[in-house]
């Protein structure tokens, strides 16, 4: 492919780092303008493929349950998928009377869930993969910061349900290097250390090798970490 080609395909894909696509739409919960309702918050952008259908039932059933637990991360959910208002109310009136998936039963799905039937807001964040199913989007997870930023963007094919932990991971990840100008390492969970970024932001790379920088520990000039307390990371990103 060239690059061109490249650009041409990726073109209608929002990226990290660019701004949220704007859209109005219905969903379960009345209108709603996306990102403009949720600026000053987080928010997890995400797709389903189908209602009606038992991957997609599980996940809506720990996402409703986490609901909360993502509210204390200031975290809002907004879920999306190509069909319509009245199949997802039915879907989700379903899901409360008749089914339990671990121990979860009787959930209720409160955050909006947006209509989709003409596709329009899909295709604007590259959800449909025709590769994959030209009639229904991939499980697409955009995170989308107080700003109306993407910060992050995964995607999970038909058949696989997401890993709720990491989403939750992945926000307080974000959080946590936002607040403290750090990276977080591979598997990072709060009380972990962390990656200093590179020198100059906090000391130099002698100084750091050398020990004199607060807490810095490097073990070669590039590969340098500090501790941040759970309670710190907490108390910081949630405010506890
Ligand atoms: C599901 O959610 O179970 C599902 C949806 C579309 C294709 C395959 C599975």
Not at 106 to 117: G, Y
Request: charged letters at 25%; hydrophobic letters at 40%.
């Amino acid at each position: 492919m060239t690059t061109s080609e490249l650009s041409a395909a990726v073109a209608g894909m929002p990226r990290i780092g660019d701004p949220a696509p704007s859209f109005t739409a219905e969903t379960t919960q009345g209108r709603i303008n996306f990102p403009a309702d949720y600026l000053g918050k987080w928010v997890i952008f995400f797709s389903h493929p189908a209602d009606f259908t038992p991957v997609c039932t599980s996940e809506f059933m720990t996402f409703a349950t986490m609901q909360e637990e993502f509210a204390a991360y200031h975290t809002q959910l907004v879920g999306l998928s190509v069909d319509g208002l009245y199949s997802h109310i039915a879907w989700l009136r379903t899901i409360k009377d008749k089914i339990s998936f671990r121990d979860m039963k009787d959930v209720e799905v409160t955050f909006p869930l947006i209509e989709d039937v003409s596709m329009k807001i899909a295709e604007m964040y590259g959800m449909i993969m025709p590769g994959e199913d030209s009639t229904k989007a991939v499980r697409a997870v955009f995170v989308v910061d107080p700003k109306g930023t993407i910060r992050a963007v995964i995607y999970y094919p038909l058949s696989l349900g997401r890993n709720f932990d990491e989403l939750l991971r992945v926000i307080k990840a974000l959080q946590t290097a936002d607040h403290f100008s750090v990276a977080t390492p591979a598997d990072w969970r709060p009380g972990d250390r962390v990656i200093v970024p590179p020198a100059g932001s906090c000391g130099s790379a002698k100084e750091r090798m050398d020990g004199h920088v607060d807490g810095v520990e490097c073990q070669d000039w590039f590969f340098c970490t500090k501790e941040i307390t759970e309670q710190e990371v907490e108390s910081a990103i949630r405010g506890v």
